[in-house]
């Protein structure tokens, strides 16, 4: 018939089978072009790993401000806070405290200072250790705080005894002394007691008060004989 083209014809022209076979290859590129432009699209929406954004834009980190400092990191030293000077002239140090005031070598002073919020004051406290130097023994312990009328330090705590001792602990004053029985050597007392003090107004107030008391045993000498353990009990 007119105008029908067989597969082998020679004749120059596209036969129908060719036609259909070429729309078929087109519409499988159109078809792959869209689903490569897809999952181009899928990909840079799933980065995060957590699947696509179901809406709103990206969330930027920012870095938390610092936190402001407490008054515990701002007390640091104080500057210009000569201890030996300070106790030399204060009237509340006793005359055999300060004649023991002396240096152990050179200008090294047996002497321990710590600084802390003891009070509550802009200034930070002042803790100052009085020992001797032979054997490092307690002879007295002072606390002073910055004064609010001429900011000059002043004592606000006394403690002069043999084997005495304080420190700063998380705001509060703990002072310990060395408790001695008749005929204890120095370097053995018998207990101690520690008690710890608050500040409350104007002062230092009592809050708690642990004894310790320490076994004779210990520190009295080498022990001459040892006693043999003994055998079990047969029952």
């Not at 519409?27 to 181009?40: E, K, M, N, S």
């Not at 703990?174 to 053995?188: E, F, L, S």
């Amino acid at each position: 018939m007119r105008g029908l083209k067989r597969d082998g014809d020679s004749t120059p022209g596209r036969s129908p089978k060719r036609v259909t076979l070429s729309a078929t290859t087109a519409t499988g590129g159109v078809a792959l072009a869209a689903l490569l432009a897809f999952g181009v699209f899928a990909i840079g929406c799933s980065t995060n790993t957590t699947g696509t954004r179901d809406e709103g834009a990206a969330v930027v980190a920012t870095a938390e401000p610092a936190a402001p400092p407490t008054s515990e990191a701002s007390a640091g030293p104080a500057e210009d806070i000569d201890p030996v000077a300070l106790l030399r002239r204060d009237p509340k140090v006793s005359t055999r405290v300060k004649a023991d005031l002396k240096p152990c070598s050179a200008n090294a002073y047996p002497v321990d200072t710590s600084y802390g919020n003891l009070t509550g004051g802009t200034a930070p406290d002042v803790v100052v250790n009085v020992m001797t130097c032979d054997d490092a023994v307690g002879l007295g312990t002072y606390v002073y705080r910055e004064s609010d009328q001429d900011h000059q330090y002043e004592n606000v705590f006394v403690a002069e005894e043999p084997a005495v001792y304080a420190t700063i602990d998380r705001g509060e004053l703990v002072v310990t002394r060395q408790v001695y029985a008749k005929g204890d050597p120095v370097a053995y007392p018998s207990g101690e007691d520690v008690v710890t003090y608050s500040w409350a107004d104007t002062r230092f107030t009592e809050r708690y008060r642990v004894r310790n008391n320490y076994s004779g045993a210990v520190g009295s000498g080498p022990v001459d004989t040892v006693p043999a353990p003994s055998s079990p009990t047969d029952n």
